[in-house]
């Protein structure tokens, strides 16, 4: 390929120490630098929020477009643009708008379901309603479990001086761990189905590692709820939410839309049709199509029939979803040259890596894999942590799903469970926090929370790792 000469691109061939065919790049080839815009977006994510709170609120959306020109431009012009723009309609067409449409569909949907009336946050209460919340995870997403479940214990703890812990929990229980078993419960797991694995692989494979999880979680916070519980003073003299109302759901409609949701995911990875259309590169099969413009019109049906009353009393609005959208777009675009390098494998950049989570036979260590995982996702965000370990493995769904199993075990897990360690691990954690903060809640800090995944989850995964991926 015949380059154009100049300063500027003498810079960006400093990018790349090999050219190879535009459509055909071989990841071994490419320098670390090509990994800056995936490490600037996901470094901003986690650290604007905290450092420049106001500017990160105004202009998040131009932060991840910087990051994701970062990245195209140099490309095009080494690669041309004709290599650039097929990666971008990949990208697009293959991961981001098939993500964006669940999610979107499960936001709206959830968003249009309001538990009515007053319950009254005792222990047991509270522990039902954290276990009704991990079981309706893993079918309505972390996203809608979240925002249908948060509002009404907050209303049920109002009463009460210390919530917080209430709220932690239910981050680490309903917004992590309970969508562990089905690609509709946490986005990395969704990832992984576009992938080609199976529908209900994981639901086979770390129910155990769940149910150990969540029943941990749920006997410390039945525990430690109750010691607040009994404290003196802990209950306020007045209820702030009146007994008035029924206990109910208003919006009763949207339960319908959400079992279209399930039948759509779940048809689009069973029905299998040779009709396909190649787009730039990328393949589009009937199955996928239908499935997304399925989820466009539930979203669609669902503001439509949702009355507006319904939507008021949750609050609801776009700028959740807004903001995942734009920084997701932004990954998905600047993740390009970092799967191409993990793809290399022990050849590549990322060679250090690869031999970290390998044995010294070149099996896959499943426990490294777990904590590698898991700690990535931590602190950048788990669906684009997944994606890389799983091509880090290899990337082929039939060897993970079958002799490598315990490895793809332990991806899913690290990633879905380890994504309650910070705010930043994935994205309802930020969600349910800003909703707590908002009904007067007074949430631990960043660090002050990481403290509290630091003394209660860390153990578990500790055990974990010990019973099941040693």
């Known amino acids: 390929m015949t380059l154009p000469r100049g300063p500027l691109v003498a810079v960006f061939l400093a990018l790349l120490p090999g050219m190879g065919r535009a459509a055909d790049i071989d ?31 105004h ?34 067409l293959a991961e981001y708008i098939p993500f964006v449409l669940l999610l979107t569909a499960l936001f709206t949907v959830a968003g249009g379901i309001y538990v009515r009336g007053n319950l009254h946050g005792s222990p047991g209460l509270n522990t039902a309603i954290l276990a009704i919340g991990a079981v309706l995870a893993s079918f309505m997403g972390t996203t809608g479990a979240s ?16 919530v917080a812990h209430v709220v932690v929990f239910f981050i680490f229980i309903v917004s992590n761990a309970g969508g562990s078993l089905t690609p509709l419960g946490d986005p990395p797991l969704f990832l992984g189905f576009l992938n080609g694995v199976d529908f209900f692989w994981t639901a086979r494979h770390i129910l155990p590692e769940t149910l150990f999880l969540v029943g941990a979680l ?20 007045a209820d702030p939410t009146p007994d008035d109302r029924a206990i109910g759901f208003d919006g009763k409609a949207n339960f319908a839309l959400l079992g279209l949701v399930v039948a759509l995911v779940l048809l689009s990875g069973i029905w299998k049709s040779p009709l396909s259309w190649h787009i730039a590169g990328a393949q589009v099969g ?14 669609l049906l669902s503001l439509r029939i949702t009355p ?4 008021a009393d949750n609050r609801f609005g776009w ?10 777009a932004g990954i998905f675009l600047t993740i390009i040259p970092v799967i191409a390098m993990l793809r290399a494998g022990i050849d590549g950049p990322f060679g250090a890596i690869v031999a970290a989570v390998t044995r010294p036979d ?18 950048l965000d788990n669906a684009p942590t997944y994606l890389v370990f799983f091509n880090i493995a290899g990337g082929d769904p039939a060897v993970l799903m079958t002799r490598l199993a315990p490895t793809l075990a332990a991806i899913s897990a690290g990633a879905v469970f380890m994504g309650a360690n910070s705010y930043i691990g994935n994205a309802p954690n930020l969600m349910v926090k800003a909703i707590a903060e908002d009904r007067g809640v007074k949430m631990p800090g960043f660090f002050a929370y990481m403290l509290w995944a630091g003394a209660v989850l860390v153990p578990l995964f500790i055990a974990m790792t010990f019973i099941w991926f040693l």
């Open 308 to 311: 507006a009353q319904v939507h």
């Open 319 to 328: 700028a959740p979803m807004q903001e995942v959208a734009k920084l997701f």
């Open 147 to 162: 925002m249908l479940m948060i509002r009404p214990l907050l209303r049920a703890n109002d009463n009460r001086k210390h």
């Open 27 to 57: 990841g071994a080839t490419l320098s670390l630098l090509w990994g800056l815009p995936f490490a600037g977006i996901l470094l901003s994510i986690a650290l604007l929020p905290l450092l420049a709170p106001i500017f990160w609120h």
């Open 59 to 92: 202009h998040f959306g131009k932060v991840a477009a910087a990051w994701a020109l970062a990245f195209l431009l140099p490309f095009a012009l080494c690669f041309g643009p004709a290599a650039a723009g097929t990666s971008l309609v990949h990208a697009a």
């Open 218 to 237: 749920l006997l410390i916070f039945f525990a430690l709820d109750t010691w607040f519980y009994h404290r003196r003073e802990e209950l306020l003299p």
């Open 362 to 379: 070149g099996q896959p260590d499943p426990a490294m894999y777990f904590w590698a995982s898991g700690l990535l996702s931590s602190f």
């Open 286 to 299: 009937l199955p996928g199509l239908v499935r997304d413009l399925g989820l466009v019109l539930v979203t």
